[in-house]
């Protein structure tokens, strides 16, 4: 065949995900056949007028995905259909759609180079012994440097950022210095289970309030606020387990109410990488003095890492309040962890593994569409880590029974419910599966469960 030379898309994104995302057309389309011989990444760069690491990027891209097969001293070829097919016959278990991980492959091909690296560094054993109260200095600047480029927040300060053992603790640190145990906390009607778990052990009293197509509304946080007295709200901007997205208009409202009531606001910002592109401004930077920000780098890079981010708000001792809580709960914030993650922000690798995570949800989220149909609301993102999937409770929960006897696992439908909510579904997670074939044959037996629940309610079966 012809020397291969991608048709690239005009966009913003990384010129290695266009060239994956071509190629992977290409496939699809047929126009590259099982085990044709790829240009060299030499002769590719050459041939679009980029630089050849970036041709190196987008092949190991598309050797995670299975369309392409390396070989020392031969070159890059087309995978195999029974290759790119292979770990579906393979695969043990339940297909995992319950949890809301990133795809592995992109951080773990970064870990040995990072560890490598780390080695040569002359001051790595200090990093056995505890770090300053608030974490490493160059933790926390090349955190801010992150958030900078990841949750559109260019002049955060990184003095007053606060590293933490992943994003679950600063939770607890936030909430903890903002309110005591047993006080009220105002919640969407569905939520992360993570926060239900913190109530439970710290017996905070959750409120819920109502939701729409762009999550908490105005109207209901006023109400839930008036009603139960309540002066600390969760948020999530970039909703879980919905995947709603708050417009900027709905912020500055959320805000407004905030500042009426005089609440203070716990941000979770955790999913906002994947939806940077939409230039949407965290709470935390409309009003600064009244919201804890919360990020991590679970969702993002890796959840092993256990590296978390709490901004408390600006003026009075919150910051104090902030470090005493994780002292009680912690002692000090991680160190290991946080320095892989310090090493992956500054020379890099950070950014290319989320673009890689960013490029393959969106397939994931595309295919999913797809399959699912109008049975899925339609996230604002492209790289939607999770969709949705309304439902009543009743239904919800027998349509996760039904997938699970098919070899399927969800999200427990109970387990997002705030009790007296009213916001029901199943929550479909993309990222855990281990592969795109895998995860396609996951979706279209839930789908099949799906039908089988109408049909059943039509008496057809």
């Known amino acids: 065949m012809a020397e291969w030379r991608p048709q690239i898309e005009a966009g913003d994104g990384y010129i290695h995900e266009r060239i994956a995302a071509a190629l992977q057309a290409d496939v699809a389309r047929g126009l590259l056949a099982p085990g044709a011989k790829l240009p060299t990444h030499r002769r590719l760069a050459e041939l679009l007028g980029v630089g050849v690491g970036a041709v190196t990027k987008a092949y190991a891209a598309a050797e995670d995905r299975g369309l392409v097969t390396a070989h020392v001293g031969r070159g890059s070829f087309i995978a195999q259909p029974a290759a ?80 933490t053992s992943g994003a679950q603790q600063a939770f607890a640190v936030a909430i903890g210095a903002a309110c005591r145990p047993g006080a009220s906390v105002i919640v969407e009607a569905a939520s992360f289970t ?101 990020s991590g780098l679970s969702k993002s890079l890796a959840p092993g890492l256990r590296v978390g981010y709490c901004v408390p708000p ?22 290991l962890g946080a320095l892989v993650a310090t090493q992956w922000i500054e020379d890099g690798a950070a950014a290319d593994i989320l673009a890689a995570h960013r490029s393959e949800l969106a397939d994931r989220a595309r295919l999913a569409l797809e399959i699912l ?10 790289a939607a880590t999770h969709l949705w999937l309304p439902m009543s409770e009743l239904d919800a ?38 592969s795109l074939e895998i995860l396609e044959q996951g979706l279209r037996t839930l789908s099949r469960a799906l039908s089988e629940g109408a049909d059943r309610a039509l008496g057809m079966v």
């Open 84 to 163: 790119r097919g292979a770990d579906v016959a393979s695969h043990q278990g339940p297909i995992d759609l319950a949890h809301n991980l990133p795809p592995a492959a992109p951080a773990r091909a970064r870990l040995a180079e990072a560890l490598g690296r780390l080695r040569q560094r002359g001051d790595l054993l200090t990093y056995l012994d505890y770090p300053p109260t608030a974490g490493a200095e160059a933790h926390r600047r090349a955190a801010s440097g992150w958030l900078a480029a990841t949750a559109n927040w260019p002049d955060l300060d990184w003095r007053q950022l606060i590293v």
């Open 194 to 294: 993570g926060i239900k778990a913190l109530a439970a052990h710290m017996d905070y009293r959750l409120v819920p309030a109502g939701m729409d197509a762009e999550g908490l509304t105005p109207d209901a946080l006023d109400e839930a606020a008036a009603r139960s007295g309540a002066r600390v709200a969760y948020v999530l901007p970039v909703q879980n387990p919905t995947a709603r997205i708050m417009s900027l208009a709905r912020r500055q409202a959320i805000v407004e109410i905030a500042r009426k009531r005089d609440l203070l606001i716990v941000e979770d910002d955790l999913y906002g990488a994947y939806a940077s592109e939409l230039g949407l401004p965290p709470l935390a930077t409309l009003a600064p003095e009244r919201v804890f920000y919360v």
């Open 314 to 335: 600006t003026g009075g001792d919150w910051r104090d309040r902030s470090l005493s809580a994780l002292r009680a709960i912690a002692f000090s914030p991680p160190s």
């Open 373 to 382: 149909g109008p049975m899925a609301e339609r996230p604002a993102n492209r």
């Open 397 to 434: 929960e027998r349509a996760a029974a039904r997938a699970l006897r098919d070899g399927v696992e969800v999200t427990a439908p109970s387990a997002p419910f705030i009790p007296g909510g009213h916001e029901y579904g199943l929550r479909v997670c993309l990222g855990a599966a281990p």
